[in-house]
């Protein structure tokens, strides 16, 4: 059976969110039965009141008063233990759903910016937060307490009919001024969300550039075109405001007539006879707790329509990117890497950037790639490493087509210097060690020793516990360069791909990365160098010319540059015994048009 079809387990894929809320199940369950039990507890407070009004003050027996008010506070005791249980059993339904949901959707959120690059992505992760908190705080104890309204109104009604008609109308009042107020603002509170969300990225995408804005004088004009934005939002918010102002107004003169209502009729039925003082009390408190559970419901009807827009969202995205199937684990390469008619497109973009390459790379062989800007030597890279799909055609480690490979196994194998060099927020040593919780201090220092940037993090405040900010802005572009070739060859993986590694270096961090690459093939590694340098091209076994995202030209070093800048120049070129080189590896050649294995 092959390691593509031998499957570990059902992906969550599109049903993690689904998954997630299963987990949870129990104890959101536990949730409803506790506030069903509260619910009934809270019929106390009026009984108690009916009793007091016309059982004691008739009676005038303090024990019977004693009694009840025993019994009261003991149920509202259990009432509140109740309470303080659902809150914690939610509380922890909610870690249990983020730790079922999160990693899945943190993965999605990085397969779907690899396809198509956009920071919208990242929304999925605080859409997961919107889900979690409507399911396990308010939203859920809203929606449980909703089904009592009708029972709290039956109540009322065996009071008096009267008292029953009230709470009815109230709630229908209450309910229709809520919805008048979500339908004629949804349109213009959407319109402001929306520019709101554009004048934030504008925002920090602008700030991104801090430095261009003052040394070229562009903030003003920047600052114009945010300011459009946040004014549209103001605009939409006042839009809705207007109108909300009104129903609010309504809905608080509905809520204040109400309260007086209840009593003024209960003062009339009192006076006819028809109830006592007890069940005038009684029938207040009881009509309020018929209104509560609506204006509370409609209070989180925002956050309801918020997670279900969430989790539409988390759904759209993990369907568009599916949890891959869980790969059987391959042995470790030796880093021969093979690429078999590969086409590739940037994501998101129809055009291709690569078409028709192949070639065979001989493990422990060291590869140079050249050719203009824009002639896909990064795309290349790019696909080498697998971190653009492929559009047709293969990519192989050891013959293992990169999809073979689970992606975590994978990176371990795979050392990559990228030419915009991101490091994380965190630490020199943790950046180095690609946050490896198992890495040690000399892992750590083995690679950047190797890199040569031992002495160089010496010199900082802290040294390896340097920490170098959102993206290592506390750091050079030398600095970060060099950095990111010891996380590059951390682990000593079995291919290094380094894209113009030496683009922010200067003479001392040129030597150290001649020495670093010939470190690597002493030790037998696979290694790939971009570059538009040919000075570093005296290290490479061979050199690969692309253009316009073909191979024009392969082979070994010698004859390649002779081709490319005539034999003199080559002779002239920094010193390799190229033809040990050329007995350790079989050559590249161009064999109609595809650079393969001799």
């Known amino acids: 059976m092959s390691a593509h079809a031998f499957n570990l387990g059902e992906p969550l894929g599109p049903g993690a969110i689904k998954t997630a809320l299963r987990a949870t199940r129990p104890a959101l369950a536990t949730a409803v039965v506790f506030s069903f039990f509260i619910n009934v507890l809270a019929l106390a407070g009026p009984l108690y009141m009916l009793q007091v009004y016309d059982r004691v003050l008739s009676s005038r027996s303090l024990s019977t008063l004693v009694a009840l008010t025993v019994i009261l506070a003991f149920v509202y005791a259990v009432s509140s233990a109740l309470e303080m249980l659902r809150s914690k059993i939610l509380?922890?339904?909610?870690?249990?759903?983020?730790?079922?949901?999160?990693?899945?959707?943190?993965?999605?959120?990085?397969?779907?910016?690899?396809?198509?690059?956009?920071?919208?992505?990242?929304?999925?992760?605080?859409?997961?937060?919107?889900?979690?908190?409507?399911?396990?705080?308010?939203?859920?104890?809203?929606?449980?307490?909703?089904?009592?309204?009708?029972?709290?109104?039956?109540?009322?009604?065996?009071?008096?009919?009267?008292?029953?008609?009230?709470?009815?109308?109230?709630?229908?009042?209450?309910?229709?001024?809520?919805?008048?107020?979500?339908?004629?603002?949804?349109?213009?509170?959407?319109?402001?969300?929306?520019?709101?969300?554009?004048a934030n990225n504008h925002a920090v995408a602008t700030f991104r550039n801090a430095e261009v804005l003052q040394a070229m004088g562009m903030i003003e004009a920047l600052r114009s075109r945010w300011s459009k934005h946040h004014e549209a939002t103001l605009g939409w918010q006042a839009a809705a405001s207007n109108k909300a102002g009104v129903l609010i107004a309504l809905t608080k003169f509905n809520r204040t007539l109400l309260q007086s209502l209840i009593l003024g009729v209960g003062a009339y039925l009192v006076i006819e006879r028809e109830v006592s003082p007890g069940m005038m009390i009684a029938a207040s408190i009881i009509i309020g707790k018929a209104l509560a559970p609506v204006e509370i419901a409609i209070g989180n009807w925002k956050g309801f329509v918020s997670m279900r827009?969430?989790?539409?969202?988390?759904?759209?995205?993990?369907?568009?990117?599916?949890?891959?199937?869980?790969?059987?684990?391959?042995?470790?390469?030796?880093?021969?890497?093979?690429?078999?008619?590969?086409?590739?497109?940037?994501?998101?973009?129809?055009?291709?950037?690569?078409?028709?390459?192949?070639?065979?790379?001989?493990?422990?062989?060291?590869?140079?790639?050249?050719?203009?800007?824009?002639?896909?030597?990064?795309?290349?890279?790019?696909?080498?490493?697998?971190?653009?799909?492929?559009?047709?055609?293969?990519?192989?480690?050891?013959?293992?087509?990169?999809?073979?490979?689970?992606?975590?196994?994978?990176?371990?194998?795979?050392?990559?210097?990228?030419?915009?060099?991101?490091?994380?927020?965190?630490?020199?040593?943790?950046?180095?060690?690609?946050?490896?919780e198992a890495a040690t201090q000399d892992d750590i220092i083995r690679a950047s020793t190797l890199a040569g940037v031992h002495d160089?993090?010496?010199?900082?405040?802290?040294?390896?516990?340097?920490?170098?900010?959102?993206?290592?802005?506390?750091?050079?572009?030398?600095?970060?360069?060099?950095?990111?070739?010891?996380?590059?060859?951390?682990?000593?993986?079995?291919?290094i791909v380094l894209d113009e590694p030496n683009a922010n270096l200067d003479s001392?961090?040129?030597?150290?990365?001649?020495?670093?690459?010939?470190?690597?093939?002493?030790?037998?590694?696979?290694?790939?160098?971009?570059?538009?340098?040919?000075?570093?091209?005296?290290?490479?076994?061979?050199?690969?010319?692309?253009?316009?995202?073909?191979?024009?030209?392969?082979?070994?070093?010698?004859?390649?540059?002779?081709?490319?800048?005539?034999?003199?120049?080559?002779?002239?070129?920094?010193?390799?015994d190229s033809a040990a080189a050329e007995t350790r590896a079989p050559s590249l050649e161009k064999r109609g048009g595809a650079a393969t294995a001799a």
């Not at 690059?117 to 104890?141: A, C, M, W, Y």
């Not at 010496?458 to 010891?486: E, F, M, V, W």
Request: proline share 6%.
């Open 91 to 198: 509380v922890r339904a909610g870690v249990k759903f983020d730790k079922v949901a999160n990693p899945d959707v943190f993965r999605g959120v990085q397969r779907a910016t690899i396809i198509q690059p956009s920071p919208r992505h990242v929304q999925s992760l605080r859409d997961v937060d919107t889900i979690r908190e409507f399911f396990t705080g308010s939203g859920l104890l809203a929606f449980c307490d909703f089904p009592w309204v009708p029972v709290y109104v039956i109540a009322a009604f065996a009071l008096n009919p009267i008292y029953g008609w009230l709470a009815v109308g109230g709630s229908v009042i209450t309910f229709g001024l809520a919805l008048a107020n979500e339908y004629s603002t949804k349109s213009s509170l959407d319109q402001a969300s929306r520019n709101a969300m554009a």
């Open 309 to 436: 827009e969430a989790y539409r969202r988390v759904n759209g995205l993990l369907e568009k990117v599916p949890e891959p199937s869980k790969r059987l684990r391959l042995p470790t390469p030796a880093g021969t890497v093979t690429l078999e008619n590969v086409h590739a497109r940037a994501p998101g973009r129809e055009t291709l950037v690569l078409r028709n390459v192949s070639l065979t790379l001989p493990a422990g062989a060291v590869l140079g790639v050249v050719g203009a800007s824009a002639a896909g030597k990064s795309s290349l890279a790019r696909v080498m490493v697998g971190v653009w799909p492929v559009a047709g055609g293969t990519v192989r480690l050891d013959g293992a087509d990169l999809n073979h490979w689970d992606p975590n196994d994978l990176g371990r194998h795979i050392g990559y210097l990228p030419q915009d060099v991101e490091l994380f927020s965190g630490t020199i040593a943790e950046n180095i060690s690609r946050f490896d």
């Open 508 to 576: 001392v961090g040129e030597q150290a990365l001649v020495q670093a690459v010939a470190a690597m093939r002493q030790a037998r590694r696979t290694v790939v160098i971009v570059t538009h340098k040919t000075n570093i091209l005296g290290m490479v076994d061979y050199v690969l010319v692309m253009n316009e995202g073909a191979v024009q030209l392969a082979g070994p070093r010698d004859e390649a540059l002779a081709a490319i800048m005539g034999p003199r120049v080559v002779a002239g070129s920094p010193a390799r």
């Open 456 to 495: 160089l993090v010496q010199k900082l405040p802290d040294g390896y516990n340097t920490h170098i900010g959102d993206g290592g802005q506390a750091l050079s572009g030398g600095q970060r360069q060099r950095i990111g070739l010891a996380r590059a060859i951390y682990g000593m993986p079995a291919v």
